[in-house]
Nanobody, 121 residues
Framework: VQLQASGGGFVQAGGSLRLSCAAS????????MGWYRRAPGQQREFLAS???????NYADSVTGRFTISRDSAKNTVYLQTNSLKPEDTAVYYC????????????????WGQGTELTVSS
């Protein structure tokens, strides 16, 4: 599976951006897609995921501000980011993986190249 993330850029605090992740290849082999980010000097952080059945999961830090969605016809997952804060500045990564029911570790997973989002105060 190949993942191409896009949509990052510069935005002022309080603004919004929509990130996109276009998947290609053996997309049928994954059942969860998600977004992560890595801020300068920090570890990678989970943000949101969407399952094959459409159910979603969010990190507490973005609940109510970020929304994950998908267009299955386009094999694309989106992350709508609202009410952005300077601390949201990071490289945002798209992830796709296959998880067995009830597990939190992917059997296998794929990563996109990342798209950078900078929020100015």
């Amino acid at each position: 599976v190949q993942l191409q993330a896009s949509g990052g850029g510069f935005v002022q605090a309080g603004g919004s951006l929509r990130l996109s992740c276009a998947a290609s290849g053996s997309v049928f082999s994954v059942n969860v897609m998600g977004w992560y980010r890595r801020a300068p000097g920090q570890q990678r952080e989970f943000l949101a995921s969407i399952m094959r059945d459409g159910s979603t999961n969010y990190a507490d830090s973005v609940t109510g501000r970020f929304t994950i969605s998908r267009d299955s016809a386009k094999n694309t997952v989106y992350l709508q980011t609202n009410s952005l804060k300077p601390e949201d500045t990071a490289v945002y990564y798209c992830n796709a993986g296959y998880y067995l029911s009830g597990t939190v570790e992917a059997m296998y997973e794929y990563w996109g190249q990342g798209t950078e989002l900078t929020v100015s105060s």
